[in-house]
């Protein structure tokens, strides 16, 4: 089965790659995902537009991971979150709530499938998110969990 990738899927390829793969795997597991369409030639025309959006967020190399490293390291990234009394939150901080509170806080924009977070934030305080910006480089952003 020939399938178009919309985001990158791990030993697979990346968003906008056109693979073949078994019938089984596309059908039962990447489209119901969304992570592939169906090839035809009128979705090929969308190749363009899917990786014109993956290359505006990906890392080009290994200096400009490193340099993002760095930039992410010197943040000073805080979230505010309810919580009670105890300090534990109503619900936990996701992924995607850090992506939002780096870019606020004058970091990248990052992808929030990047974004490693080390069981679940459900108390105020302090805490470090992982960050995998390239296969050899790791950043640690320290994240802070204030209360409402």
Do not use: C
């Not at 979705?43 to 899917?50: F, L, N, P, T």
């Amino acid at each position: 089965m020939k399938l178009i990738l919309t985001r990158e899927v791990a030993g697979l390829g990346l968003a906008g790659d056109i693979v073949e793969v078994a019938d089984g795997y596309g059908r039962n597991f990447l489209v119901p995902r969304g992570a592939a369409i169906s090839w035809t030639k009128g979705a090929e025309k969308q190749i363009v537009q899917i990786r014109r959006a993956r290359d505006a967020r990906e890392i080009r190399d290994l200096g400009h991971a490193r340099e993002i490293k760095t930039d992410l390291e010197k943040l000073t990234v805080s979230l505010g979150a309810r919580a009670g009394k105890d300090g534990r939150l109503f619900g936990s901080i996701t992924t995607a709530d850090v992506a939002n509170a780096v870019k606020d806080a004058g970091g990248p924009t990052l992808d929030r499938k990047r974004i490693q977070i080390d069981g679940h934030i459900k108390t105020t305080g302090s805490h470090v998110v992982t960050v995998d910006l390239h296969p050899d480089v790791v950043a640690s952003v320290p994240v802070t969990v204030e209360a409402l």
